[in-house]
């Protein structure tokens, strides 16, 4: 089963943006750890990230019929992007929300996600762990689709 992990605004910069918050950790260096964990558990997986709201919200839709789950973080998008709320919505894939931050310790402006209503789950405040945990829920998802195909091809 495929998982894609999306990236939003700003995070190419992990590691070199307010270190204070994010830490010095980069994003290749957290999807290198997500990809093994991926190979661990027999997922596919591919990333994307990208600093435009429109390039998201294709990159959501193309997920309909190619892949099973999504991660996504989609920073500041998180708090002000209806468009990328109605693409998940629109694709009726499990999505989690993850944060590196704790986002209700920060400014009231973060204090709100558009998103985490239409999302299976959010994950916020274990720094670049957040994803690693993000990835032992989505295999357990995936998981669970699996078996519940599976039963259901038995039964006919
Ligand atoms: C973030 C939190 C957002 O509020 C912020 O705009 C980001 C990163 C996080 O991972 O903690 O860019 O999504």
Known sequence: ?????????????????EQQIYGPMKLEDIHRQMRLFADENKLEIEFFQSN???????????????????????AAYTHTS??????????????????????????EFRQKSLIAPVCAGVIMGFGPFSYHLAMVAMAQILNNIKMLKEQQAQQG
């Open 52 to 74: 435009l709201e429109g390039e998201i919200v294709d990159r959501i839709q193309e997920c309909l019929g190619d892949a099973d789950g999504i991660i996504l973080n989609a």
């Open 82 to 107: 209806i468009a990328i709320r109605d693409a998940i919505a629109a694709v009726q894939l499990p999505v989690i929300e993850v944060h590196l931050s704790n986002v209700y310790q920060r400014e």
């Open 1 to 17: 089963m495929k998982v894609v992990v999306i990236q939003g605004p700003n995070l190419n910069m992990l590691g070199v943006r």
